[in-house]
């Protein structure tokens, strides 16, 4: 920029250990996927083709290829290893990664009936040669697991090899850390983060108010999944206190001043108006 504005949160540069921003590509063409890539790549991290979406697309090579050119990793979604790990195929998925140069794996077990034990082994078996996700929490709302499991289920990923663990919300953000209602579940969090490093971890957390308060409890570089494509930039200015909601959560000038400035207080901008 040729300007300056002070007192900025200092974000972490990619390739991050922290700070990461996963976005979830649903379904993009391929021009959109270069527009994305073209206004985004700097403040995109991770993308992952959501669910099966990568078996139905015509044209992933291509689309890969996008991705790879502003070196952004992909990987495919958990839903496709639980259908591969389902049919009893998990060779078979683990060879149609090689096929299309993938690095990243999802393991996951919210939708299958997959043991703790079994996911635990594959992590171990995948890690030596992939990243490894791993993801924690049920894709079922009615599945609710008390706050020890959840603790005990993260660091067992984590012992096996996993790299971060994805702490479940689906793309809607109502399940897993999430009530019904989109409501974040912040008793458990709180649990998790009393034993678990923030670091380890990855928050679904596709909804403007989700991400909001993530950053808000944990700061900027709070690692962040499911961001839709056209959300990245506008998640990166919540990170950054560019945008109300987090625009006084990021500034050293003292109540005083802000008072001067502006005759409103902060919970008056709580809310961001539209």
């Known amino acids: 920029m040729s300007y300056q504005l002070n007192h ?29 890539c073209e206004v985004a790549s700097d403040f995109t991290d991770i993308v992952k083709l959501g669910w099966g979406t990568s078996m139905v697309y015509k044209n992933l090579n291509e689309k890969l290829d996008v991705y790879k050119s502003y070196n952004i990793p992909v990987y495919f979604g958990g839903t496709l290893f639980e259908a591969f790990v389902l049919r009893n195929q998990l060779d078979d998925y683990v ?13 996951s077990n919210g939708t299958i009936r997959l043991s703790d034990q079994r996911k635990n082994d594959i992590i171990k078996e995948l890690s030596s040669e992939f990243t490894v996700l791993s993801e924690v929490g049920s894709k079922n709302p009615n599945d609710i697991m008390p706050p020890y499991k959840w603790v005990k289920m993260i660091n067992s990923d984590l012992e096996s090899g996993a790299w971060k663990v994805i702490c479940e919300a689906r793309e809607s953000g109502t399940v897993g850390v999430f009530r019904s209602n989109g409501e974040i579940r912040s008793g458990l969090i709180d649990e998790i983060i009393d034993q678990i490093s923030i670091d ?47 625009l006084f959560d990021f500034h050293s000038i003292s109540n005083k001043e802000v008072s001067d400035l502006y005759p409103y207080t902060k919970s008056d901008f709580s809310q961001e108006t539209p």
């Open 8 to 36: 900025l949160p200092e974000r972490t540069k990619k390739p991050r250990n922290n700070g990461i921003t996963l976005a979830l590509d649903k379904g993009l063409s391929i021009r959109q996927t270069e527009d994305f």
């Open 95 to 107: 060879a149609h990664l090689h096929d299309f140069k993938i690095q990243i794996i999802e393991v």
């Open 200 to 246: 380890h971890l990855l928050f679904e957390a596709p909804k403007k108010e989700q991400q909001v308060w993530f950053i808000k409890k944990f700061g900027s570089n709070v690692n962040l999944g499911n961001i839709l494509p056209g959300e990245v930039i506008p998640t990166e200015t919540l990170r950054l206190g560019l945008r109300s909601d987090t």
